[in-house]
């Protein structure tokens, strides 16, 4: 946006020359380049423009204008930048300054030095110090090479609005990071789940077995990969278990110099590792009283061998 607008003039004796306002102003010049400023809702008289023989007229946007922009500039760290968007509020003070200088598209120059005025304050402070960056311009920006250059040409700064965030690079990075801390925090999470439920399964598959319900604890843990593997184990375990004992057990029965006593002890040991399930793989001799002791074929194999 071009600040001034040149039009040529010609006096009237009819027609007063225009009015000022407080957003617009009127700079008049002569062939000798002779300047005279006309602001704040004032106007030339017929006499002082036909003795100043102007010959233009400037006419001077006096109103705040605003500039906006937002780009990148590089921190201390090597690689990684501050997002800065900047919102500077600016507004002719010194009209003839600027017609004199034609500096009409200021904004031109502002594009032209902010770059450097931000990048000499960005590059002295690590990522991490954003608000410092926000502070440091907002408070020095009245001492900025910049803002020097504009009060030159008539132009001062009435307000500057800062907001200083990481790159988009860095950002994106930070996305990535916390997207992963949440997918391990659900995995995590996910895991206590299962360790919850698995230890759940345990208590009542480690519970039925020690009622001796074997098939119960296996429909527990049917659903259960790995449970379903411990409870199998244990059932081949105690069938392992029961035959070795069987075996030892009527390895006594034979053996001459064991007497009744010492057997039923040993009867009495097999009773207490199988209450329910004891010797037999169906559901009748699971059931049976103590009158259909399964270890009945070990106290018969013993009197057979004691000649009983």
Do not use: C
Not at 96 to 107: F, H, K, R, T
């Amino acid at each position: 946006m071009n600040l001034i607008d040149v039009q040529p003039v010609k006096f009237s004796f009819f027609e007063k020359p225009p009015a000022s306002s407080m957003n617009q102003a009127f700079v008049y010049t002569n062939a000798q380049n002779n300047y005279q400023v006309v602001k704040n809702g004032d106007r030339l008289t017929r006499s002082d423009f036909r003795a100043g023989k102007y010959t233009k007229v400037f006419i001077v946007n006096m109103a705040t204008q605003s500039f906006q922009d937002e780009a990148e500039y590089p921190s201390l760290d090597r690689g990684r930048d501050f997002l800065i968007d900047l919102s500077i509020d600016y507004k002719v003070v010194d009209p003839i300054s600027l017609v004199q200088q034609g500096a009409g598209e200021i904004v031109t120059y502002i594009k032209k030095k902010l770059p450097y005025w931000l990048e000499e304050i960005t590059s002295d402070y690590s990522i991490s110090d954003a608000k410092r960056v926000k502070k440091h311009i907002e408070d020095l920006h009245e001492h900025s090479s910049m803002v020097s250059g504009l009060k030159q040409v008539g132009i001062v700064i009435s307000d500057i609005n800062v907001l200083v965030k990481q790159s988009r690079t860095d950002q994106e990075h930070d996305k990535q990071h916390w997207k992963q801390d949440r997918d391990s925090e659900l995995r995590i999470h996910e895991k206590e789940i299962k360790m919850r439920e698995a230890r759940f399964v345990a208590g009542e598959i480690q519970f039925e077995i020690e009622k001796g319900n074997l098939l119960n604890a296996l429909l527990i843990a049917e659903d259960n990969k790995g449970a379903l593997e411990v409870v199998q184990n244990r059932i081949r375990n105690e069938e392992t278990f029961r035959l070795e004992v069987q075996n030892q057990v009527k390895k006594l029965l034979i053996d001459p110099s064991v007497d009744k006593v010492e057997i039923n002890q040993q009867i009495e040991k097999i009773k207490a590792y199988f209450p329910y399930e004891q010797f037999g793989g169906n559901q009748e001799q699971t059931t049976r009283t103590s009158e259909e002791d399964p270890l009945d074929d070990l106290r018969d194999l013993y009197q057979s061998t004691k000649g009983e």
